[in-house]
């Protein structure tokens, strides 16, 4: 390929790209990063602040993150394997800071604690079991349990005032928990990498993908223009715009993926007396029929300084894969080798339909009942609704070419074609530096022992479990825990 290749394209300015090319640019300081964002800034599109619940996913208070087993008991390991994910996760913002290379951490992470709360006998006896199950793991030995309403109501005012004394509740309270702008947190590391020699071109959306020799020609429209840039390597950072451009790459891996696209909302309060009744982020349990991304979650939120509480989300529906995307993008997502798995979700998923046809026509009335049902004393006039991000829930294959909804987060990696992308939103933004880690490995399976010293340089724990007690574990949680500025390790 020619002197005017590109080492390392990015296509999409959220949070993965900027995570990806961060790790890049530490690990290969001579290689050139150059993204191309379709908007007029970075983070407009899920990354957003207002589009996203801020969550740090520790596993500290998902109840859908446990599954029911045959015998009676639950299985916390989805639960423990994100808080290992988050704790990478903390390490490597944690080091950047340190570094002077990411802004004071309270501009993007504010310590805000995380709350399981449930009502009901049934639903008190669950949590009760849940937290039994993790309260002995290491990264959950702070996980406190309450059936007090007192005690819960020291957490957070607003899960108490106006509750009838009758209806028994409980909660899981951990004090390190999080509330993150990933918004402030993508700007700030494309400003680091920008500073770095990165290129980012704004309004420059990238319309397909063509194989060049061993790299790639990327087709791109520019302010005034179309145009093409060789790469060497692409990452298909384009959240709901991936699955369309991994389609249009023609890479094996990307075949007969779907996706389904779920918008979200969120009722959002900035009065401070109600804001103040609540300084946690309290999740709840989805009701039985309900996919666990539609469980209710009353968040406290800080962005841009500014305190406010976000309660949904609530699901809508349209066709567009973003929010500034075209009515066009479901339709247009239709392959011949992802049309029968489409087919076969919609077939066995009744359940969601049910769940988005009952949100879609929630009146508001409804809607401010469900929050109710968190915090009994919520006056509408104080809320308002607003639009936050797109989903788009990967529709994937089984062993028997049946399609299945994927709630996870779908890395699809074409090693010897230089190509990876990201389909999937959840857990999503906590767990961005891992999931790119994951890629690193896969992708450049030959470099990648090379770059391990310097990849322990951002995060110490790397290739080891940090679900210990250990010593060493400790002694890096409290480290990045004075860094970030986070309440208890
Ligand atoms: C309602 C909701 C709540 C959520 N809550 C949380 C939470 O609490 N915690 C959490 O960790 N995660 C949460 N997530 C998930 C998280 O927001 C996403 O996983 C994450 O932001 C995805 O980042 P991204 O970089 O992949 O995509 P995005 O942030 O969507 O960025 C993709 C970028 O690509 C650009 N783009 C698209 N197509 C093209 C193209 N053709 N050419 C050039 N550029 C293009 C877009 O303009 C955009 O800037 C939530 C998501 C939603 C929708």
């Avoid at 390490?91 to 709350?115: D, I, K």
């Avoid at 959240?239 to 023609?250: K, M, V, Y």
Wanted: aromatic share 8%; hydrophobic share 40%; proline share 6%.
């Amino acid at each position: 390929m020619g002197s005017g290749t590109v080492d390392v394209a990015l296509i999409g300015a959220g949070i993965m790209s900027a995570t990806l090319g961060t790790l890049i640019q530490h690990l290969e300081p001579d290689w050139n990063v150059e993204i191309f964002e379709a908007l007029d800034a970075p983070a407009l599109e899920s990354s957003n602040a207002w589009h996203n619940a801020g969550t740090g996913h520790a596993g500290f208070c998902e109840l859908d993150y446990a599954t029911r087993l045959p015998g009676g008991g639950l299985d916390v390991s989805k639960a423990i394997a994100i808080g290992e994910q988050f704790q990478v996760t903390r390490q490597f913002w944690s080091a950047l800071v340190a570094r002077g290379e990411l802004p004071t951490a309270s501009r993007f992470v504010n310590p805000t604690p995380h709350l399981a709360f449930v009502a009901g006998a049934e639903n008190v006896a669950f949590l009760r079991q849940w937290h039994d199950a993790l309260k002995e793991e290491p990264l959950f030995a702070n996980l406190h349990f309450s059936d007090d309403p007192a005690r819960i109501g020291e957490w957070s005012r607003a899960l108490v005032d106006g509750r009838g004394a009758a209806e028994p509740i409980a909660a899981a309270y951990e004090a390190s928990g999080t509330d993150v702008d990933y918004g402030a947190l993508t700007r700030a590391l494309i400003d680091a990498l920008v500073a770095r020699g990165a290129r980012l071109h704004l309004r420059h959306p990238v319309t397909g993908l063509r194989r060049d020799g061993e790299g790639w020609m990327i087709s791109h429209r520019t302010p005034t223009g179309i145009a093409t840039t060789p790469a060497r390597f692409v990452f298909v950072g384009a959240g709901g715009g991936s699955l369309r451009l991994l389609q249009s790459s023609g890479i094996p891996e990307a075949n007969g993926f779907g996706g389904f696209p779920v918008s979200g909302r969120f009722l959002r309060t900035r009065k401070p007396e109600v804001v103040r009744t609540h300084p946690v982020k309290a999740y709840g349990k989805a009701d039985k029929g309900v996919p666990g991304l539609g469980a209710p979650h009353l968040d406290h939120r800080t962005v841009d300084g500014e305190d406010s509480l976000l309660f949904g989300p609530f699901a809508g529906w349209d066709p567009r894969f973003l929010k500034s995307g075209s009515r066009l993008d479901l339709f247009r997502s239709i392959r011949p080798g992802n049309i029968g798995p489409m087919l076969s979700v919609a077939k066995d998923n009744f359940d969601l339909l049910k769940y988005l046809v009952g949100e879609i026509t929630a009146s508001p009335d409804k809607q401010m009942s469900a929050l109710r049902r968190l915090m009994p004393s919520a006056a509408d006039a104080d809320w308002e609704m607003i639009d936050a991000g797109k989903r788009v829930q990967v529709i994937g294959r089984n062993a028997t070419g049946r399609g299945v909804l994927q709630f996870g987060t779908e890395l699809v990696v074409s090693p010897g074609n230089n190509l990876a992308g990201l389909l999937g939103a959840s857990p999503g933004a906590s767990t961005a530096v891992p999931v790119m880690i994951r890629l690193l490995q896969e992708a450049f399976g030959d470099r990648f022992d090379g770059w391990t010293e310097a990849l322990r340089e951002l995060v110490p724990s790397l290739g080891r479990s940090m679900n210990t007690g250990e010593d060493w574990s400790m002694e890096i949680r409290r480290a990045n825990a004075e860094t970030l500025g986070l309440a208890g390790v």
